[in-house]
């Protein structure tokens, strides 16, 4: 399984690092078009490799279009959120798009069976940009998996359960129209709702959507950036695509919306592997299938905004 990170900064080292530890993979290709980035950290990850002894073959480039023969790319280039300022995912659509569009550009020619996975925000729409000019079959972004595992952490914190026994995910869009799928929620076996009143427990369900909302702001303001709770959540998502689990992660994928003129990437429950399986779109309420198709909407905006800039 030969992986390329392209983007070797704040989020993809981490990235890369817990893929190597995972031994998902035989070879890695690392790419920064930052002289010298891309080849300090395959040292790094050379000698990480040594202590588990792991026999992996880790390249790296300086140029997109080097990297070849990929299975999964995974794309983080881009400007990331500022420590401090005031700023949503979605500002950063503009100058990230054109980037995302050159990596699709460079890399598809060289890669043609490759597997695309999006992680530049606002991710939800660079997975459009990158389907649009790579013309990938398979492109998806990491969606609202991370937030799902904020959101079981935080409801196992607030109802004192182990976060094994939770399970539950977040959809819409990555950012500000992220919400719970509460219907999907169940704590040991049992709806949410029905294991809460059971044990005579309020449900806060406010206080734990405006954590998921925010508590990455709390980490960029506090470390300057998130690393290893995303990190952790697209190894996860590679991991599912390597070894074909078909487990379910609220990844964005392509959806159709009546309201919408083309299919939209939008945070979903998926069961995911080598192919993307079947959403629980179906399973979700009237409510939750409405705030997805507003979230939809947000996303597609962002889009195409960002689509008439590069042309």
Known sequence: MHIAQIGTGRVGRPTAYSILCSKIADKITLCDVKPGLAAAFTNELNHVAASIGLDVEINFCEKNDDVAGADIILISAGEPRISGVKMSRRDLAIQNAGIVKNISEATAAKNSDAKYVVITNPVDAMA??????????????????????????????????????????????????????????????????????SKNQLLPKNEITSYVKTVSKFIVDNIGGTEYGPAASFRDIVNAIANNTGEILSISTPFRFAEISEPTFVGLPVHLGSNIGPSLYKNLIKSEQEDLTEAAKTIYQTYSKAIENLE
């Open 128 to 197: 459009m940009v990158c389907k649009k000019y790579s013309k990938a079959d398979f492109v998806i972004s990491t969606g609202t998996n991370i937030e799902s595992l904020r959101f079981r952490f935080k409801l196992a914190q607030t109802l004192g359960v182990p976060v094994s026994q939770v399970t539950g995910w977040v959809g819409g869009e990555h950012g500000d129209m992220a919400f719970p799928f509460w219907s999907t929620t169940k704590i040991f076996g049992l709806p949410v709702e029905e294991y809460a009143a």
